[in-house]
T-cell receptor, first 112, second 114 residues
Framework: DAGVTQSPTHLIKTRGQQVTLRCSPK?????VSWYQQALGQGPQFIFQ???????QRGNFPDRFSGHQFPNYSSELNVNALLLGDSALYLC???????????FGAGSRLTVL | KQEVTQIPAALSVPEGENLVLNCSFT??????LQWFRQDPGKGLTSLLL?????REQTSGRLNASLDKSSGRSTLYIAASQPGDSATYLC?????????????FGTGTRLQVTL
């Protein structure tokens, strides 16, 4: 049973560029959440998607946007990249109404 | 605004020792609290989940306690092993249902030496 799959695992961008990160949830899960984890910090909630809509959002600017597809997979887009966007981006999936989150291994973004 | 603090930030112990990791949170109106393990550069693995109505949960050598009224949780690791070396994160959830975000602490980096 495949868990949460994220791609790419690592990527390097320059300031001002745009990036798209992808997440395939665990089989049977319908909700996807995205978190940003800066080096040495705990993960920070970005947003959550359910039924292809953003259901909840953390304290992140509009440069961060997302999408959920009918097959429950999700994308995180970040525009106008800043050096401070360098982080590990974690995707977590769950089945709505349950408490258990399954995390992916993350996508490590470096902005130069 | 919920704030989660973990003490100590780093801990080194010899193999075989029992140890306690601490987590405190400012808003006691939580739905549950989870402890996660994170290996370097990796994602998170859930270790234990305690509902707000529970006092503790156990899994193998791990025991997590929750005192909601005082805003504290502890993770007890018995007979530590080098394979326990990782960062341990606690996270609280405010509301019921998956629409509620997790608020994480900054973690305790544990090293178990031979």
């Amino acid at each position: 049973d495949a868990g949460v799959t994220q791609s790419p695992t690592h990527l390097i961008k320059t300031r001002g560029q745009q990036v798209t990160l992808r997440c395939s949830p665990k089989s049977g899960h319908d909700t996807v959440s995205w978190y940003q984890q800066a080096l040495g910090q705990g993960p920070q909630f970005i947003f959550q998607y359910y039924e292809e809509e953003e259901r909840q959002r953390g304290n992140f600017p509009d440069r961060f946007s997302g999408h959920q597809f009918p097959n429950y997979s999700s994308e995180l887009n970040v525009n106008a990249l800043l050096l401070g966007d360098s982080a590990l981006y974690l995707c977590a999936s769950s089945l709505t109404g349950t408490n258990v989150l399954t995390f992916g291994a993350g996508s490590r973004l470096t902005v130069l | 605004k919920q704030e989660v603090t973990q003490i100590p930030a780093a801990l080194s112990v010899p193999e075989g020792e029992n140890l306690v990791l601490n987590c405190s949170f400012t808003d006691s109106a939580i739905y549950n609290l989870q402890w996660f393990r994170q290996d370097p550069g990796k994602g998170l693995t859930s270790l234990l989940l305690i509902q707000s109505s529970q006092r503790e949960q156990t899994s193998g050598r791990l025991n997590a306690s929750l005192d909601k009224s005082s805003g504290r949780s502890t993770l007890y690791i018995a007979a530590s092993q080098p394979g326990d070396s990782a960062t341990y994160l606690c996270a609280v959830k405010r509301n019921t249902g998956t629409a509620s975000k997790l608020t994480f602490g900054t973690g305790t980096r544990l090293q178990v030496t031979l």
